[in-house]
């Protein structure tokens, strides 16, 4: 689904954040990205969708539905007018998708169908994570990407949230997701890819798993 080969990027002051990154995703895999803060995340995932281009290396993608759920931004100003619907219907043209019944599917999709009416800033964060999750799903993606769409929400939602994306994932569309909690991680995906200062490799979760459990029991 996803192809890197050799894939470098730097920003301005010329160290490589993006370190000669080769991975494949493959088509229906559930990838978690994990690493420590300014590993080099949010800037792969920002590689993949276009947002920058690598100064080396090549990066090809199977598909062009793709649904984003950015890293929560602390001056997101969810006091503006708009209702539930409204977002997502100005996101629905914004993707030039015409078939208005996609919003209460998404809705329903993430439990929120019955905060259609309902203004954004009188939402949870939870609740508006769910919304930003629909709004992910409009356009019928074949591959979503998520970035740290965890931080701040109780662990009752998170486990409600990542319910609706292993769902999600059988249906057989294609998740990568940056996430810190390894409970999740371990719980849901199906490949994990460990970022360190731009540089890893995409192991299959168990293989993960034994490799991490013989480095703690040294
Ligand atoms: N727009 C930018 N301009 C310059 N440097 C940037 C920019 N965005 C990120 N960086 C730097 O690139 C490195 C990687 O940042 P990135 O946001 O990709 O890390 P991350 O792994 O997503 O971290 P976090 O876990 O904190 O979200 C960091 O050193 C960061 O300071
Ligand atoms: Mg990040």
């Not at 914004?94 to 169908?113: H, R, T, Y």
């Not at 964060?125 to 799903?137: P, S, T, Y």
């Not at 929400?153 to 059988?170: A, R, Y």
């Not at 995906?189 to 460990?194: G, P, Q, V």
């Amino acid at each position: 689904m996803v192809n890197l080969q050799n894939v470098c990027f730097g920003y301005t002051n010329g160290k490589p954040v993006i370190d000669n990154l080769s991975i494949n995703i493959e088509d229906g895999a559930y990838l978690s990205v994990i690493g420590e803060n300014g590993s080099g995340k949010s800037t792969l995932i920002k590689l993949i969708l276009g947002f920058y281009k690598p100064s080396a290396g090549k990066i090809s993608i199977e598909t062009d539905r793709i649904g984003y759920v950015s890293q929560r931004i602390g001056n997101f100003n969810n006091k503006f007018p708009i209702t539930i619907y409204e977002l997502l219907y100005c996101h629905l043209r914004a993707i030039k998708c015409s078939d208005k019944n996609q919003i209460l599917l998404a809705l329903n999709m993430v439990g929120m169908e019955s905060y259609r009416n309902k203004l954004i800033g009188n939402l949870s964060g939870g609740q508006i994570q769910r919304i930003f999750i629909a709004k992910a799903l409009l356009g019928n993606p074949q591959l979503l990407i998520f970035d740290e769409i965890f931080t701040g929400v109780d662990e009752k939602t998170q486990i409600e949230i990542n319910d609706i994306l292993t769902k999600i994932n059988k249906e057989g569309i294609t998740i990568l997701a940056v996430d810190h909690n390894l409970n999740n991680v371990y719980k849901n995906s199906s490949h994990i890819l460990k970022l360190i200062n731009g540089r890893g490799i995409i192991y299959n979760k168990e293989t993960f798993m034994d490799k991490e459990a013989s480095y703690a029991s040294i």
